[in-house]
């Protein structure tokens, strides 16, 4: 797995997360925090991020693919 650069307040617990998911994933939709890291017995688990910037990642990827299977 590569390098994820995490600040402190992007970091719940997943039972914290679920406690506040609405609180969450209002301050992932209103651009207060880029992703939500969520963790398990001391270990990143998922990364949750709002459907926009899903959404780009996405495209990104169907770009990069298209790019490949270019015939030049």
Not at 11 to 27: E, F, I, K, Q, S
Request: charged letters at 30%; a positive charge.
């Amino acid at each position: 797995m590569g390098e994820v650069r995490v600040s402190n307040d992007e970091l719940y617990t997943v039972r914290d997360a679920m406690r506040g998911l609405n609180r969450l994933v209002d301050r992932l939709e209103q651009g207060e925090s880029e992703k939500i890291v969520l963790t398990q017995h001391n270990r990143m688990r998922a990364v949750v991020v709002s459907l926009d910037s899903f959404s780009a990642m996405q495209h990104q990827l169907e770009d990069g693919r298209r790019r490949r299977t270019q015939v030049v």
